[in-house]
T-cell receptor
Framework: ELKVEQNPLFLSMQEGKNYTIYCNYSTTSDRLYWYRQDPGKSLESLFVLLSNGAVKQEGRLMASLDTKARLSTLHITAAVHDLSATYFCAVDKETSGSRLTFGEGTQLTVNP | IAGITQAPTSQILAAGRRMTLRCTQDMRHNAMYWYRQDLGLGLRLIHY???????GKGEVPDGYSVSRANTDDFPLTLASAVPSQTSVYFC?????????????FGNGTRLTVT
């Protein structure tokens, strides 16, 4: 059974600071996804990581994938209040019928 | 605007009642999914469909059923609602195959079973 764990689950940080969210998964995986969810809203796709060493960046967010360590990171650079949201990682495998398994989510609060 | 439409947006339902959550997409995606979201548990897959005419069970299928009569629609039915089914339900879809594409999500249905 594929398990996905995120760390930390809650993160409160000051504007301008850097931080990293970690996503560990239990078995070898073909694909890793990051999503953002604002309170009371739907999920929005941020990144798709497809291979070992893959790195994607969008604004102040950068995601990376290490398939050997079964670890993905979402790095936040110089946080701003608008980044406050819940961030989910998700993993799927071809053998699972293309079903995504989600982590618990990391609730990020960026304080002025 | 292309996307996924879920209905209703929210519902309060008495325990024991039957309820169908509707989901329609206009992107011609072959795969569709139903997830439930509960605080501290992330999103858990209820049922999925890789193509019209086929369905499969996810992580938490008990008490739910689905059908996929055509590409666009994927309704989720609670035959006899129980309070533990109080949750936010998200329908999602994507095109599978050679491209590794992310899921598109609907806006969710907030269901309260009393």
């Amino acid at each position: 059974e594929l398990k996905v764990e995120q760390n930390p689950l809650f993160l409160s940080m000051q504007e301008g600071k850097n931080y990293t969210i970690y996503c560990n998964y239990s078995t070898t995986s073909d694909r890793l996804y990051w999503y953002r969810q604002d309170p009371g809203k739907s999920l929005e796709s941020l990144f798709v990581l497809l291979s070992n060493g893959a790195v994607k960046q969008e604004g102040r967010l950068m995601a990376s994938l290490d398939t050997k360590a079964r670890l993905s990171t979402l790095h936040i650079t110089a946080a701003v209040h608008d980044l406050s949201a819940t961030y989910f990682c998700a993993v799927d495998k071809e053998t699972s019928g293309s079903r995504l398994t989600f982590g618990e989510g990391t609730q990020l609060t960026v304080n002025p | 605007i292309a996307g996924i439409t879920q209905a209703p947006t929210s519902q309060i339902l008495a325990a024991g009642r039957r309820m169908t959550l509707r989901c329609t997409q206009d992107m011609r995606h072959n795969a569709m999914y139903w997830y439930r979201q509960d605080l501290g548990l992330g999103l858990r897959l209820i049922h999925y469909s890789n193509t019209a005419g086929t369905t499969g069970k996810g992580e938490v299928p008990d008490g739910y059923s689905v059908s996929r009569a055509n590409t666009d629609d994927f309704p989720l039915t609670l035959a006899s609602a129980v309070p533990s089914q109080t949750s936010v339900y998200f329908c999602a879809s994507r095109r599978t195959g050679t491209a590794h594409l992310p899921l598109h999500f609907g806006n969710g249905t907030r269901l309260t079973v009393t």
